[in-house]
T-cell receptor, first 116, second 114 residues
């Protein structure tokens, strides 16, 4: 059973417009969420994260929104650029009993294509 | 700062053969992870090391997979014998104590089992 779901396998957006990538989770114990970006033949690269005590985190063109009641988060990219074309993975983790952060659970990814 | 290094980048073997992957994490990173990423899926954790000790290997198929990190730095992941369903990209990642959530990934090793 998938605990982290990215229901859109792909998304196509025009350059300069907003890209919105969505992610849903089922485990209410998750308290830390991350987005990774992956280019072909490379490993995932950390993009942005958010703790469950926040509902928004912004870093330049990238903003992550967290809706805990809906168990939903989204990544907004504004404005989108052709270089943003990649696979985006949503990941989540929960605090262990020992107080350390648990392992990352990844979604299946969404392939973003930004067209010039 | 050098990133996570992995070798080989590609490997093709016959089923029932053995294969080993090597990972060198970012200098000073105490935690090292091995992930398996099957085509169309997200990375799935196989094993996590803290220094040279295993923290979590609950999803490692121990009848055929093994991993070690003897000196708390480099790590090797071995599959013996390989099955067709082991075809995947094997990713190594590392993280520091201070930013344990932010894992830095290597380029991965693409394994094809024929």
């Amino acid at each position: 059973d998938q605990q982290v779901k990215q229901n859109s396998p792909s998304l196509s957006v025009q350059e300069g417009r907003i890209s919105i990538l969505n992610c849903d989770y089922t485990n209410s114990m998750f308290d830390y969420f991350l987005w990774y970006k992956k280019y072909p033949a490379e490993g995932p690269t950390f993009l942005i994260s958010i703790s469950s005590i926040k509902d928004k985190n912004e870093d330049g063109r990238f903003t992550v929104f967290l809706n805990k009641s809906a168990k939903h988060l989204s990544l907004h990219i504004v404005p989108s650029q052709p270089g943003d074309s990649a696979v985006y993975f949503c990941a989540a983790s929960a605090m262990n009993y020992g107080g350390s952060q648990g392992n990352l659970i990844f979604g299946k990814g969404t392939k973003l294509s930004v067209k010039p | 700062e050098a990133g996570v290094a992995q070798s080989p980048r590609y490997k093709i073997i016959e089923k029932r053969q053995s294969v080993a992957f090597w990972c060198n994490p970012i200098s000073g990173h105490a935690t090292l992870y091995w992930y398996q990423q099957i085509l169309g899926q997200g990375p799935k954790l196989l094993i996590q090391f803290q220094n040279n000790g295993v923290v979590d290997d609950s999803q490692l198929p121990k009848d055929r997979f093994s991993a070690e990190r003897l000196k708390g730095v480099d790590s090797t992941l071995k599959i013996q014998p390989a099955k067709l369903e082991d075809s995947a990209v094997y990713l190594c990642a590392s993280s520091s104590r201070r930013l344990a959530n932010e894992q830095f990934f290597g380029p991965g090793t693409r394994l094809t089992v024929l």
